[in-house]
């Protein structure tokens, strides 16, 4: 019997098309007007859009297209690790499972490749089963709801959708914490020591959190089972929350204030190393990787490594591997076709 056409689908948030304010303006547009990213009905939301398109779409394309000028490298960092991590998996899926035929794709919660066009075109062409594996260690409703809004959106315009599953969170995951480690003991033994370990997580709105968005747990989560793996004391690591966006809290500590006042208190070396990002991007290797390394030696910190993200490593693509096998369980027909006709048999 043949297989039906399987696909995985690697999510991650997107980035503009180009590094200019045209296009920038574009994808902070889509982004930012996403209810789930900027939350607010009725009074609050009209004030909203109109501080968006307003202040908001006029000065900061200019500024967010220089920071984009900076890294790009042909194309976003994002996008291009992206691409290569669909190429790193497909190969191991070849070798591991290529009986079944599954193909890797590409997508983008925000501008291109976008989700909703991707759906579409798996659809037309006769996939029947797809895995979307957002690459989102830690689950929040800022980042992973938004895809399975867009799923929804999708199977709601469409008749015959293919059988479509969605893989929640990994942020506890053996392989994730194995493959965090070990990039980090690999990077540790190539570099200079140093005294402090700083786990920086994206943030999101105090309130967000407060409301029960559990995306604060699970980065916490992801730090203790690291630090325990690593065997780090309480005072060799700490969990810090970056990008802060707008006037409201955010979640605390801020990585940018909490690396001011590290060296005052005689911590002056530190590595850092940015969990809830799978893949560099404009957020790592332009905010952690230049900004705060200014704010940290601008204080009188005298080291400042930072630690790549898993992108395509060995470890990340063993990990993807794993979430594809446990995930598309029942999906294939593989020698057991009898078995389950004995089972049918047997209960009847
Ligand atoms: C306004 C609210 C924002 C929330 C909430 C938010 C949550 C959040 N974001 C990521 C991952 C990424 N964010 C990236 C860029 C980025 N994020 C925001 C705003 C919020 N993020 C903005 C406005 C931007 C664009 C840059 C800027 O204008 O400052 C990126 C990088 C994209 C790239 O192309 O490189 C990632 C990745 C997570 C994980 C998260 C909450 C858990
Ligand atoms: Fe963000
Ligand atoms: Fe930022």
Redesign the pocket.
Not at 12 to 15: D, E, I, P, R
């Given at each position: 019997m043949t297989q039906p056409k399987t696909a995985v689908l690697l999510v991650?948030?997107?980035?503009p098309d180009q590094p200019t304010p045209a296009a920038v303006r574009r994808y902070?547009k889509e982004?930012?007007s996403d209810r789930r990213?900027?939350e607010g009905d009725g009074l609050m939301r009209l004030i909203w859009l109109t501080v968006l398109n307003g202040i908001i779409l006029t000065f900061?394309p200019r500024k967010?297209a220089k920071l984009y000028a900076s890294i790009w490298d042909q194309d976003?960092?994002?996008r291009l690790i992206l691409n290569q991590q669909v190429a790193a998996l497909q190969r191991a899926l070849q070798q591991q499972m290529p009986a079944q035929n599954i193909q890797v794709y590409s997508a983008m919660t925000y501008g291109n490749p976008g989700l909703t066009a991707r759906l579409e075109e798996l659809t037309d062409a006769g996939y029947r089963k797809i895995l979307v594996l957002p690459l989102?260690p830690?689950y929040?409703a800022?980042?992973t709801a938004p895809i399975y809004d867009l799923i929804s959106r999708f199977q709601m315009k469409t008749r015959d959708f293919p059988d479509i599953r969605v893989i929640h969170d990994y942020h506890d995951h053996p392989l994730y914490i194995q493959a965090l480690a070990e990039s980090v003991q690999d990077f540790r033994e190539a570099h200079p020591a140093s005294d402090k370990l700083i786990l920086s997580y994206?943030g999101?709105?105090q309130e967000y959190a407060a409301k029960g968005d559990p995306?604060p747990e699970h980065c916490h989560r992801t730090s203790e089972l690291l630090a325990e793996r690593l065997g780090l004391t309480a005072d060799q690591w700490q969990t810090t929350f970056q990008?802060r966006?707008?006037p409201k809290a955010w979640l605390q500590p801020y990585t940018d204030k909490t690396l001011e006042a590290l060296p005052e208190s005689g911590v002056k070396k530190v590595d850092i190393i940015c969990p809830?990002?799978s893949a560099d991007?404009?957020?790592t290797l332009e905010e952690i990787a230049v900004e705060n390394r200014d704010v940290f030696v601008g204080a009188g910190g005298e080291q400042y490594q930072y630690i790549p993200a898993l992108n395509a490593d060995e470890g990340m693509i063993n990990l993807l591997v794993r979430l594809v096998k446990d995930n598309s369980s029942g999906w294939f027909n593989l020698a057991n076709t009898t078995n389950t006709e004995n089972e049918i048999n047997n209960a009847s």
């Open positions: 991650n948030l997107g980035s902070l982004f930012l990213v900027v900061r967010v976003s960092p994002l989102y830690q929040s800022t980042t994206h999101i709105p995306y990008s966006f707008g809830a990002f991007c404009l957020e």
